[in-house]
């Protein structure tokens, strides 16, 4: 419910990893706005400081500058040097230095109650603004400010003063709540509009070139490919074409889904053999094409290793793989259409050689 909450007074309703993305960047720039405020912060107390050992109106308030000071100093150490690296810290960090100027506007007051103590409260209108953080957090710690003002304001101010204060803390408070929400909507919104227009294209990008059952490229990435390398043939170059064995006889007698499973299989067996290779394609319902830039004597290995894993694998329907494979490199052709068509020539002679030896019916081509 609090969840549901936060996200409809933040951003209404959005992806989760949309929503961690831009909390991130939020919390990055609130570390930022830590830093300035915090330097804003020691120069001001420091000046304070000085004018204590000057004017006898600062004098009486020498501890408060001394205490803000060092809590200023450790959450610009904290903010440089620490948050990068922890960056839920800059909360706690952006915390410290709101509660260092109201605990010393409240110092202050007690100490020497007049117009100054007042101008430090309206200060704290300000801090919530210069962060760029969330809606309800902005709500939460203006409603603590105005109740830390109330508590001590009430007893210690000057009623007139009091009553000014109070006033522009409500106007200005409320102008920050409607800052702050609409700065945060708009970021939000680009962010994910941004990442919205990067998954479409991911999705388009592998309805149009890669194959939903597999996960392998597809024909019109081949094609793509293949026009790429007749222009200019990358030495060293292999090709390997590959053909499942038995696909037709696994349709007819265990029906479709154990033909969509040996399809399945053999393109995990062919993806696991050729690991780090990604010119894997199918470029038909049992055809597939490996496209490496490596040597014969590479690609033969990725094979041995490949007749391994098909052995070895296991589906619901079907154990163990049989892949008919062909391969031809740019070390024995120098053009790629010969090149593919020795490799295509292959991978066939050694599919009529596993039909002739099994004593299965070969497939007309």
């Known amino acids: 419910m609090l969840t549901k909450l936060k996200n409809e ?135 603590l400010d105005f109740l830390a003002l109330v508590f001590f304001g009430s007893s210690c101010m000057d009623p007139a003063i009091f009553q000014w204060t109070v006033t522009f803390f409500v106007i200005f408070g409320t102008v920050g709540i409607l800052m702050g929400h609409f700065i945060n909507k708009t970021r939000f919104e680009r962010y994910v509009f941004a990442e919205s227009a990067m998954e479409l294209a991911e999705l388009q990008t592998r309805y149009a070139y890669y194959d939903q059952m597999t996960g392998l490229q597809n024909r019109r990435a081949y094609s793509e490919k293949e026009a790429q390398l007749s222009k200019q043939l990358p030495v060293p170059c292999t090709v390997v074409m590959a053909d499942i064995n038995g696909l037709k006889e696994a349709n007819d007698n265990l029906g479709h889904d154990a033909g969509d499973e040996l399809i399945i299989g053999s393109a995990e067996c ?80 050694f599919k009529t050689y596993y039909y002739e030896n099994t004593g299965k019916e070969r497939r007309k081509r």
């Open 9 to 143: 007074l933040l951003f209404a309703s959005v992806f989760q990893n949309s929503n961690e993305k831009v909390r991130k960047d939020i919390l990055e720039d609130n570390r930022k706005a830590a830093i300035f405020w915090a330097v804003i912060q020691l120069i001001f107390w420091s000046f304070s400081l000085v004018m204590s050992r000057i004017d006898p109106e600062y004098t009486n308030c020498l501890p408060v500058y001394i205490i803000v000071l060092i809590i200023c100093a450790v959450s610009l150490f904290l903010a440089i040097y620490v948050c990068p690296k922890h960056l839920n810290l800059v909360l706690a960090v952006a915390t410290a230095l709101n509660v260092a100027l109201l605990g010393a506007g409240a110092g202050i007051t007690l100490l020497k109650p007049n117009l100054r103590s007042a101008v430090i409260f309206c200060t704290l209108l300000i801090v919530p603004v210069s962060y760029i953080t969330d809606t309800l957090s902005t709500i939460v710690l203006i409603v």
């Open 270 to 349: 062919l993806k696991k053999s050729f690991e780090g290779i990604d010119s894997i394609y199918r470029i038909g319902g049992d055809e597939f094409t490996v496209i490496a830039e490596k040597p014969e004597t590479e690609v033969k290995k990725c094979l041995e290793q490949m007749e391994k894993n098909c052995a070895d694998w296991k589906g619901k329907f079907i154990n163990g793989i049989s892949i008919s494979c062909g391969t031809a490199s740019s070390e024995e052709f120098s053009d790629l259409d010969t090149l593919l068509k020795a490799a295509d020539q292959r991978m066939y002679a």
